[in-house]
Structures are given as structure tokens and as C-alpha cells.
């Protein structure tokens, strides 16, 4: 075997025996690194803790003096958890997050050092924001930002600093990060839901968005995965021939989890109970060596931060474990990607999910109409919602048949499609009594039952009904779940509004009863929103022909699924929403663009590299060797050379032919890259890095897998997919 993947394999680390038993439980453990209500309570004045839950509660504002006596009180508590430091945690946008760390410590006049954290580092930080991706918003000679701080999720404490979840913006106002449009959109999703959610109880005061998201994974060993440039620099495998042994025994879905993975997990769940991530559920994926963690659903900004910290705990815990943990939607090709379903729905501060039917008919009408609503605003903004989830990554897995396609459609199974069918055929206008008691009895009366035993489900949906929320299955295991929840709070909000209007005005111009004016705007939106809903199979050819039928939108790639967000629907919509100004979302337009083109431009300098200086050379090692060997044959034997040199002559042969085709097609590949990179404008760049460059990729890998297949075991250099991919 080849020297260096030889080593790598030598440093797997040691099986031992599991050592920390958990002797603390769960429950007690929970949120003990987090600022969070009891903390609050006990280090904060009355005063001072009451205007912090309002500010979270209503968005209102905190007065200075107070967030004086809250920067003390937290500074107070962190100490005593031994933090030195603290930082504005925040999300540019390059999908991550970014902190920056000042010390508690602070010079008096006199020379003496003290221990100083006021409201004003606590409430506004001003890090240099020059070199986070503004799309234009920031001028070079107005490179200032500041971060401010998100009252709505609590500090927390990770590692020896204190994190203080904030937004970026940019010195005029606008957005430079993914939280400041979420809140947006929450507020505007609350505003929008409190007022239909009091047609049926006047009691609620306040919706809130939850968000259950289910993280996908790979776990690999990290000195296997230190072989491969690729891994490190792009984040999955741009060649390698398929082990032969991938998924298709099914034997590693919700199988024995692999020991070395099992003591990853339960480190990695001490951490987040600590942080407050509420994990609950770990299993294996389909594909071998990968894994999903899921916890218990939050309110929808907490949930977003939740899975950013997440993330990062995971690549700290791996490292202790000699684990480098893959977030890449397609890491390895031939096998299943990963993706982050978020399970979506909207709860009342009377404690009612909004998206749960009850057990009035009442209650039940309620649900039918943000059940309806919802699927009228995925209806009229699919093609928008797609390109939330767009990222050069994503683009391998949607609609290769493992995930959802970029088609938008909605499942909701046979039994609702029947309550919909009978509600699209109720009265226009007034309803008379016979037709209400039957609409009462046998259709919404009948919700919950029929949701009882409503189990079939289909796994190929991008966007499913699943009884008590909607289950978005598109999004990308590396993407900020803040893009989606952004899209879809703010579609939902614009629908219920209008919902509202529409309801408002059946009941004071045709003055019908409320119960009347909502049975006919829902009635409506079921005609209206018909092509959307799907129950067949997502991964077929056929739907792809009747979506196109049906003119659903079916963008296979970035480029093409980000034009919508400039269109003048899109503009108007996040403009009259209060969610993004025309600047904000151009400039995330060009930021999603140049992010695009940038990826696909490091894989194309990854892949040179590869071929020329891992693959190449090793052929050419091993050719030689079998020269050798034949001209070795010659001497010895003579002319019986050519017969028993047979196979050797053969394999020279086909390497070299796969050699040449290499080396073309990867010398093509470089020359399209360089066209591309001349190209001035965001949109015409990526189009062309999408479909001048990328294309070879495939094509140069399919020459290296045949070349892998036939060198050597000694000679290759690169870890090949059987050693990533199965640990034990
Ligand atoms: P799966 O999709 O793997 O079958 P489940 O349907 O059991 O999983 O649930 C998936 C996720 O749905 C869980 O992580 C849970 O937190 C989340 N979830 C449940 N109820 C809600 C809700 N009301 N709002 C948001 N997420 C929810
Ligand atoms: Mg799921």
C-alpha cells in the first residue's frame, strides 16, 4: 500500500472503552452555558430582566442605562464560568458564522487593569467589515459594519467566551448577514398570523414561527481525510472509484451505530445539552458513514442559531475524536448526499399549533386555513422558495433521485386531498343551514380522525404535510436554515394578510357570517393553488413532464434559480413585507453569485491539482514498473516476451489511453476556467462556470476512476473511498 495513505490508516485511534458515563442527567446538564431565564432572574435587577423579555417578547428597544445593568449582570455570571472573553456572534454571508473576541480586561488611566464589559459592548460592536461579502452594499471607503444584539436568543457561553447572538448591518441600515432578514420575517409572519389566528381566539396576542430541523452528516477519519486535498479544500471527493460495497444492502440505515461514531455522538450531545440545543435524535443514514442529528423543534431564530452553533460543535468534538465531520450536500459520488429537512410550523402564545387540527370545528377551521394558506403561498412563490436552497453544493443532490428535484410541488396525502376536493365544491356566498351542518360534521368535523391514521407519506416531496407541520426536504445540509425560513415566513405572511383582507371584505361588502367569508376565500385558494399539490413520485420522469405542464418552475442549477430574486414580484414582495429593501436583495443576489462561481472555480483548481500532481504521477510510477517488468521479460526470454508480457502490455496500453484523455480534458477544463474568470458581470460568470467548467468535472473523474481501478494499490495516493468510508 502507498506510504502515506499506509500512515494515515496506522493513526486511526484505538478503540477504547466508552470512559464518561454520563452521571449527570440530560435535564440537569440542559442550558447550563446559556444566559437563559433563570440565570437572568438571578443575576439581573427586576427592572433589568423585565426589559429584556419585553425587548425579546415585542422587539422592543433596550434603554441604555438598562443594557448597562444587563451587560453587567451577564459579564457577572460568565465570569463565574470562568469566561475571559466575549465576542458578537453573527452570520455573514458566506452561510457560517464569524466572531470576534475582546477580553473582558481594560486599562484604567492610572495603569491598572480591570474587568470592564458595559451596555455599549454588549448592545453594538463595530468589526471591520470589509472583508465579508456585501454584494456592493459597502463601499471600500465605507467599510464600517456594526453588529448588534438579538435579545430574541440568549448569550451563551462556548469554550472560555461569551457569545452574543447579534445582526450585521451595514452602516446605512441594510442587512449584511442572513439573521437580520429572518427577524424581519418573523415579525412580519407574526403580525400577519396573530391577525387571522383572532378569527378563532381572541386570546392570541403573539404567532411565532417553529423550526425542527434534521441535520445529515458524514463522519470520516480525519488523518484518511487529510490525504485528499479535495476533502480539505472543497469539502467532498471530486475523484475516486466506488468501493464495492456502497448502499445498496441497505444495511447501514438505522443500523448498530458504529462505535467509533456512537462516542463522537455522545461527546458531541454533552456539548449541545450544555449550549441548550435540545438534540433528541441520532440514527444512521442510508449511505455508509453517514449519520442525522435532530432535536426538539424551537422558536425559528433560536432554531437557525441553534444549528450554526451546532455545526461548529460538531467539527470541534470530531476533531478531539480524529473525526472530520462532512456537511457537504454530495461528499461522495455514487452514494447519498445530505440534506437538512426543517419542519415548519406556526404556534400561538395561547400554546395552539396553528397547523394541528383540534377538536372543535372550530379549531378544525382554523387548521384548514393556514393549512390552505400555506399551500397558496408555496403555490404562487415555489420557483422563489427554490432559490433559498440554492447553493453550487445542493445543486449535486436536488433531483438525483435520493432528494426532492428542484420541481416545488406539495404532498398532503389522500385523505386531506379529499377533505379540499368537498371544501372546493362549497356554495359561493352564503352557505345555506343543511350545508353548514354537513361541512361541520362530515368534513371538518372529521379532520382529526382522518389525520389519526393518515400515514402514508412520501419521501420523495419536496414539501410535505406531516400532520401536524410542513416538512421542507429540499435544503442543503451546509445551508443556513435562515435562507428558507426567510422565504417562507415571509410568503406565509404575505398570504395571510391577504387572506385577511379578502375575508374582511366577504364579510362587510356581501356581508357574510365569518365562518361563511372564510369557507369561500379558502375555497378559492384550493382552485387557485391546484397545480401545486402532488402526491406522486417526486423522483419520476413523468412528473417532470406534467410540472412542466402544470409551468412549474424546474431550475437544476443556481444560476438559473437565483433570477427570480431580482424579478419585480420578488422586489415588491420583500419590499412590502418590511422584510428586504431592492438593495439588500440585489446585493445578496450578486453575493449568492459570486459565491456560486467562486466554489465551482476552487473545485476546478482542486481538480488540476489532483490530476496533475497526484494522478498523473502515479500512473506514470506504476507504467513504469510494468515497462520494467516487460523489458525485464525481453531479456531474459526473447522473443516469448510479447506472450508472456501480454497483460502487462495491455494495462500500458489502457493507462495510457486514460492518461491522455486526463490530461485533455483537464488542460480543457483549466482553459474554460480562465474564460470564465474574465467575465465582468455576476450572473454571466456563474452561468459560465456552471456550464463551461463544471461539465468536465465529470468527465475528468470518470478517466481517474478508470485509472484508480487499475494502478496499483501501492502506487495510489489518495485515500479511496473504502477506507473513508467505513468506520468502525
Ligand atoms: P422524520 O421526518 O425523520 O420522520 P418526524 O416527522 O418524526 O421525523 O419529525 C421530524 C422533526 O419535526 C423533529 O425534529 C421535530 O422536532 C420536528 N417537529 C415536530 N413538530 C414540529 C412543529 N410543530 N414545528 C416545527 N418542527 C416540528
Ligand atoms: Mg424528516
Not at 476533502?231 to 438505522?254: E, M, N, P, S, V
Request: aromatic share 8%; glycine share 6%.
Amino acid at each position: 500500500m502507498n506510504q502515506q495513505r499506509h500512515q494515515a490508516l496506522a493513526s486511526y485511534p484505538a478503540q477504547s472503552e466508552e470512559k464518561s458515563q454520563e452521571a449527570v442527567l440530560r435535564s440537569e446538564r440542559f442550558g447550563q452555558s446559556v444566559f437563559n431565564e433563570d440565570r437572568m432572574r438571578r443575576y439581573l435587577t427586576g427592572e433589568a430582566f423585565n426589559s429584556v423579555k419585553e425587548a425579546s417578547y415585542s422587539g422592543s428597544k433596550i434603554d441604555r442605562k438598562i443594557a448597562d445593568q444587563v451587560a453587567e449582570g451577564m459579564k457577572a455570571w460568565a465570569m463565574t464560568m470562568g469566561a475571559t472573553h466575549y465576542t458578537h456572534w453573527f452570520q455573514p454571508l458566506t452561510g457560517s458564522t464569524a466572531e470576534k473576541h475582546d477580553a473582558f480586561f481594560d486599562l484604567l488611566p492610572d495603569g491598572r487593569g480591570i474587568e470592564k464589559f458595559g451596555g455599549s459592548q454588549l448592545v453594538q460592536q463595530e468589526p471591520d467589515a470589509s472583508s465579508f461579502p456585501s454584494g456592493g452594499i459597502r463601499n471600500t471607503f465605507e467599510a464600517r459594519g456594526y453588529t448588534a444584539w438579538d435579545p430574541t436568543s440568549p448569550a451563551f457561553i462556548y469554550g472560555k467566551t461569551l457569545c452574543i447572538p447579534t445582526v450585521f448591518v451595514s452602516y446605512t441600515g441594510e442587512a449584511l448577514d442572513n439573521k437580520a432578514p429572518l427577524l424581519r420575517a418573523l415579525n412580519a409572519v407574526d403580525v400577519a398570523a396573530t391577525a387571522v389566528a383572532r378569527y378563532f381566539d381572541k386570546n392570541v396576542n403573539k404567532v411565532i414561527a417553529t423550526l425542527g430541523w434534521e441535520q445529515e452528516y458524514f463522519l470520516v477519519d480525519n488523518a484518511l481525510a487529510r490525504t485528499r486535498p479535495d476533502l480539505i479544500l472543497a469539502g467532498r471527493t471530486l475523484l475516486g472509484q466506488a468501493a464495492a460495497k456502497g448502499q445498496q444492502l441497505d444495511d447501514h440505515y438505522f443500523g448498530v451505530i458504529p462505535q467509533r461514531a456512537f462516542q463522537f455522538m455522545r461527546d458531541l450531545e454533552q456539548e449541545c445539552m450544555l449550549l441548550g440545543i435540545p438534540v433528541k435524535t441520532r440514527h444512521n443514514e442510508v449511505a455508509p458513514n453517514q449519520f442525522e442529528l435532530a432535536p426538539v423543534f424551537e422558536e425559528a431564530n433560536l432554531a437557525v442559531d441553534h444549528n450554526l452553533l451546532l455545526m461548529d460543535v460538531m467539527d470541534k468534538v470530531g476533531g478531539r475524536h480524529g473525526l472530520m465531520v462532512l456537511f457537504h450536500e454530495k461528499p461522495f459520488s455514487g452514494i447519498n448526499g445530505s440534506g437538512k429537512h426543517n419542519n415548519w410550523s406556526l404556534s400561538t402564545d395561547t400554546g395552539t399549533n396553528l397547523l394541528s387540527p383540534g377538536s372543535t370545528p372550530m379549531k378544525n377551521l382554523q387548521f384548514l386555513t393556514f393549512f390552505i394558506t400555506t399551500i397558496m403561498a408555496v403555490n404562487r412563490y415555489e420557483e422563489l422558495l427554490r432559490s433559498s436552497i440554492a447553493s453550487a453544493s445542493n445543486d449535486h443532490r436536488l433531483g438525483a433521485n435520493e432528494a426532492p428535484p428542484a420541481i416545488f410541488s406539495i404532498f398532503i396525502g389522500t385523505q386531506l386531498t379529499g377533505v379540499l376536493d368537498e371544501l372546493e365544491g362549497v356554495s359561493k356566498g352564503r352557505l345555506s343551514p343543511e350545508e353548514k351542518t354537513e361541512l361541520k360534521l362530515n368534513v371538518v368535523g372529521k379532520i382529526p380522525e382522518i389525520l389519526m391514521d393518515n400515514t402514508d407519506r412520501n419521501r420523495t416531496s419536496p414539501f410535505a404535510f406531516t400532520g401536524n407541520k410542513f416538512e421542507m426536504r429540499g435544503v442543503g445540509s451546509k445551508t443556513n436554515c435562515a435562507k428558507p425560513m426567510t422565504v417562507l415566513n415571509t410568503i406565509m405572511a404575505r398570504q395571510l394578510e391577504e387572506f385577511k383582507a379578502e375575508v374582511d371584505s366577504l364579510i362587510e361588502k356581501k356581508k357574510l357570517r365569518k365562518d361563511e367569508a372564510i369557507f369561500n376565500v379558502l375555497r378559492e385558494y384550493i382552485k387557485a393553488s391546484k397545480r401545486i399539490r402532488f402526491d406522486g413520485d417526486g423522483y419520476s420522469g413523468e412528473w417532470k413532464k406534467e410540472a412542466a405542464k402544470r409551468k412549474l418552475s424546474n431550475n437544476i442549477n443556481t444560476p438559473q434559480a437565483l433570477k427570480v430574486l431580482t424579478t419585480p414580484d420578488t422586489l415588491e414582495l420583500f419590499g412590502s413585507m418590511g422584510v428586504m429593501t431592492e438593495t439588500e436583495i440585489r446585493a445578496r443576489h450578486e453575493v449568492e453569485l459570486e459565491t456560486y462561481s467562486l466554489n465551482v472555480q476552487i473545485e476546478g483548481r482542486v481538480m488540476g491539482e489532483l490530476v496533475y500532481n497526484y494522478v498523473i504521477p502515479a500512473v506514470v510510477d506504476y507504467q513504469n514498473q510494468l515497462l520494467q517488468n516487460v523489458s525485464g521479460l525481453k531479456e531474459v526470454f526473447g522473443a516469448a516476451h510479447k506472450k508472456m508480457g501480454a497483460a502487462q502490455l495491455d494495462i500500458i496500453q489502457s493507462l495510457s489511453t486514460h492518461l491522455q484523455e486526463l490530461q485533455t480534458k483537464t488542460d480543457a477544463m483549466i482553459e474554460a476556467r480562465k474564460q470564465a474568470n474574465t467575465i465582468t458581470g455576476a450572473p454571466e460568470k456563474a452561468r459560465a462556470y456552471c456550464e463551461t467548467v463544471l461539465p468536465f468535472f465529470e468527465e475528468i473523474r470518470y478517466h481517474s476512476d478508470r485509472l484508480e481501478r487499475l494502478v496499483g494499490d501501492a502506487h495510489w495516493p489518495l485515500a479511496k473511498y473504502r477506507e473513508l468510508l467505513f468506520l468502525k
